[in-house]
Each structure stands twice: as C-alpha cells, then as structure tokens.
C-alpha cells in the first residue's frame, strides 16, 4: 500500500481528462511545482494502441481544437496517422435542405473526422515521456473522503491518494460528482446512437451529411480511403431493431434511411449502440472539486460538438490554474478559482446544450405547424449568407472566450 500526496489527482483517463493533464504538463514547462496524478480504470495504453483496424468511436473536432492539439504538440502525430477533413456540410431532411461551405468563410476545412484511439494515443505517450504527471491505469477508484481541505482517494489496489484539487473527467456517470454531491438537470431521448465504419459505392467528397429522419438523425462522416463512419441515432425501439438484423438487411436499410447518397454500402466495422440522453450537472465545481467534459453535461451527439466543448473546458481549467501558479499562496482547490473556471464554461456549454437540444426536437417533432417553421427556418439560412457564417463561425469553435495559450501566434487558417 502507497500513501502519497498530491496537488491536483485526475480522475478519467480518456480524451478530456489526458488532454488536460497535457495542457498541465505544457504550462509548467520545466518547473516541477505541481505534483500530479491521472487515474483510469482501463488499462488505456493497450486499449488505444495504433493499429489498422479503425475505431467505430469517432469526433468530428472543430478548427479550435485542431489549434490546441497543435498547442499541445500533438497535432502531427495524430494527422500522420489518421485525420480526415471534411470541407463542406449537408444537412437536409424530407422538405428542405441547407449546406455550410468552409470556402464561404475563407478556410479550407470546416474541421476533421479522428478516430476516439488516433486522438488518445499521442496524449498518452507525451504525458508518459513527461516527468509531471504520474499515470496510474486499471487503477479502480473504491472510495473518495474528506480531508480537512483536502480529498483522500482509495484505490482498490490499497494505494491511498491526497490531493489539493480532485479533477472528474469520468464520464457521464462520473463518480467524483456523486461524491461531492452535485445534482444534475437530465433526460433521456429515448434514443440509441449505432455506430460503425463503413464503405460507400460512391466517393464522400469530403462532406459531412446528415438526414434528418423522423425517427432521429443519420450522419455520414468522411474517413480516409473512402470510408465513412456513421452515426444513426433512432428511437430505441428502432434502434434495437436495427441492431437485430444481419449486416446485409442492416446495409440495405442504412443505404435507403441515407437516400442512396452514397450508393451501396458494407459494413467494415461491427456495429455498436449506445443510449443518447442530455445531462447538465447544476455546479461544476466545489471547494477542491471540479468537473470538466461529460462529468459536467452531455449533449445530443447530432452536430459533434460534446468532444470540442469538453476539451475547451480542459485547457480553460489548465489556463486559470496556470495563471495563478506564481502567488506564493497558490491553492489548486481554492474554490474562487474553481468558479472563475466555471464561469468562463457554463453559458457556453448551455447555449450549445440548448441548440442542440432544439435542433433535435424541431425535426423529431410530429406537429405540423412546428414542422412548417422548421422548414422555413431552414429556407431562411440557407438564402441568408451572414446568418449562415455566423452559424460555421460558431460551430468552428474560434469565437467567444478562448485560453490564451490555446491560441499561441495565430488562428488556425
């Protein structure tokens, strides 16, 4: 059994929470002021090892995180692997259609399709080649404690942490929430999201697509090769349904559910399925507590934007710490310093939760005035140029309020 202490302990492993122990790791340089540690339950480093085969779990990151990645020096790494761009996106439904094209914005790409395993695997190696952060994998957390000001973290290896700051990036059910006893707004859709890499008779192009079906939302998302991966959120009976049948039968309704867009296709992946629901936790932080990513809210899956807002919150906690580290009293868990964090992300993180939300009620909805306004909501957009690249603006992540760091010399162009 190991006692040690620690200033900030990170709890989750996967993307928002490596991506902040890298963001840590960047900001300090060369000093070893902070003592850190990140904990996961998986034994990460197997699971997301580079290999040919492609990951089923996808992000479709925006330009702003693109420009961290660089930041972080991670970017390279990520794109030699795998790193799709996608240019132009459509989106259209039964009556009408709209397409954003990152040419009408002066930028070559709207963003780029990388696989959940491309992402992760750099961040892991930088934080292992690091001497900042230790990394502690299938490590199970049993129990969490109070401290005075501090929190005592217990593994089930009998390893015994305490920290100045406890940082949940566990996901949806996050377990340091529960402990420090935040209370979340959420419902569920009543929706399963299948995924799965695909082939396509017919070449992407480079375009995001997305049918709005009455029964939820298909999007095609370009891969490499030709390939595409998709994201087929339907009412959970459906959903099951779908899951049911053979790759051949599920292949032909995928194909008709998509208007034959991209002619035939084969499955290259197996299909999995996950429940989509949205949760916003009521208070990100507490006194040596904070929440970031999906520990914090959840969003509808049908704009990709759940990945892009947890890794902002990420390097906008990483940017409030790091400007504090020089006052000779500096506290990680000071909890002044946890809300200045938690201003900066809430209204931002429930704007996007709102649209989203909005956006999936308004297509799902069976009443026809509603619908009526939809349709001409989207004859609308698509013939005002200004409200159009306003909307790309938004949806590229380069507006509103942005760490400094994150940014370096320049905007991604």
Not at 22 to 50: E, F, H, T, Y
Not at 125 to 142: C, P, R, W
Not at 285 to 303: E, N, W
């Amino acid at each position: 059994m190991n006692n040690k202490e620690y200033d900030i302990v990170i709890v989750g492993g996967s993307v928002v929470g490596a991506l902040f122990a890298c963001a840590m790791q960047k900001l300090l340089g060369d000093q070893n002021s902070l003592r850190i540690a990140l904990i996961d339950s998986s034994d990460l480093q197997q699971q997301v090892k580079p290999c040919a085969d492609y990951d089923s779990r996808v992000f479709a990151i925006n330009l702003a995180t693109q420009n961290i990645l660089i930041q972080l020096g991670l970017w390279d790494e990520i794109k030699a692997v795998r790193a799709t761009p996608f240019n132009n996106m459509y989106v259209w439904n039964a009556d009408s259609h709209i397409e954003f094209n990152s040419a009408d914005i002066a930028y070559d790409r709207l963003g780029y399709i990388v696989e959940q395993r491309t992402l992760l695997w750099p961040a892991l190696a930088q934080l292992k080649q690091g001497f900042q952060v230790d990394l502690y994998y299938s490590q199970q957390v049993s129990a969490f404690s109070r401290v005075g000001d501090n929190v005592e973290i217990k593994l089930e290896s009998g390893d015994v942490f305490r920290t100045r700051l406890l940082v949940g990036a566990d996901g949806a059910n996050s377990q340091v929430r529960k402990f420090a006893g935040i209370d979340t707004l959420a419902w569920s859709y009543d929706q399963k999201a299948i995924v799965a890499t695909v082939s396509t008779e017919k070449d992407h192009e480079f375009i995001a697509a997305q049918n709005f079906l009455q029964t939820g939302p298909l999007a095609f998302l370009p891969l490499d090769a030709g390939l595409s991966s998709i994201v087929w959120s339907a009412d959970t009976e459906l959903a099951e349904d779908l899951m049911a049948l053979d790759d051949a039968t599920f292949c032909v309704r995928l194909q008709h559910s998509f208007a034959s867009r991209l002619g035939k296709v084969e499955l290259v992946t197996p299909r999995a399925a996950f429940p989509l629901q949205c949760q916003h936790s009521k208070q990100y932080s507490k006194p040596g507590i904070v929440l970031i990513g999906d520990s914090a809210h959840v969003i509808h899956p049908l704009a990709g934007q759940g990945v892009n807002l947890g890794i902002m919150d990420a390097m906008m906690l990483a940017q409030t710490l790091a400007d504090e580290l020089t006052h000779s009293n500096f506290n990680p868990g000071n909890y002044a310093l946890l809300r200045r964090y938690e201003r900066s992300r809430k209204s931002e993180n429930l704007m996007m939760m709102g649209v989203m939300d909005g956006f999936k009620r308004l297509f799902g909805t069976q009443l026809v005035p509603l619908q009526q306004l939809r349709n001409f909501g989207l004859r609308f957009v698509a013939q005002s140029p200004l409200l159009k690249n306003t909307i790309m603006v938004k949806a590229l992540g380069l507006s509103g309020e942005i760490p400094e760091f994150v940014l370096g010399s320049e905007r991604v162009s």
